[in-house]
């Protein structure tokens, strides 16, 4: 049974940092396709960033240039960097593991993977 959890969240003030971690068991990363989705209240479910096995990544317009996704495929574990926060990033974040081998479109690997519960990020102003 593959368990997904993601850690890290909290409360941060506008232009501060947090970074945010996930891993998984029953679940290999190696070749698969990894990435971070968030959720704010209200809001539609955005896909954050994705991470394919060779280390390429995509990223929604919204986070370019502030926050970077990385993995270590030895420790299981994925990251999310987030830095220069605002108030708009405040939402619950998910980790994804993917089950595929290769990275779909942003947004893609929403239905092609497993889910952590969600960690929460809140950004004050």
């Known amino acids: 049974q593959v368990q997904v959890v993601e850690s890290g969240g909290g409360l941060v003030q506008e232009g501060g940092s947090l970074r945010l971690s996930c891993a998984a068991s029953?679940?290999?990363?190696?070749?698969?396709?990894l990435g971070w989705f968030r959720q704010a209240p209200g809001k539609e479910r955005e896909a954050v960033a994705t991470?394919?096995?060779?280390?390429?990544?995509m990223y929604a317009d919204s986070v370019k240039g502030r926050f970077t996704i990385s993995r270590d495929n030895a420790k299981n574990t994925l990251y999310l960097q987030m830095d220069s926060l605002k108030p708009e990033d405040t939402a619950m974040y998910y980790c994804?593991?993917?089950?595929?081998?290769?990275?779909?479109?942003?947004?893609?690997?929403?239905?092609?993977?497993?889910w952590g519960q969600g960690t929460q990020v809140t950004v004050s102003s």
């Open positions: 994804v593991a993917g089950t595929t081998i290769g990275c779909p479109p942003l947004g893609g690997l929403s239905d092609l993977g497993y």
């Open positions: 029953g679940y290999t990363y190696g070749s698969r396709c």
């Open positions: 991470i394919d096995s060779d280390g390429s990544t």
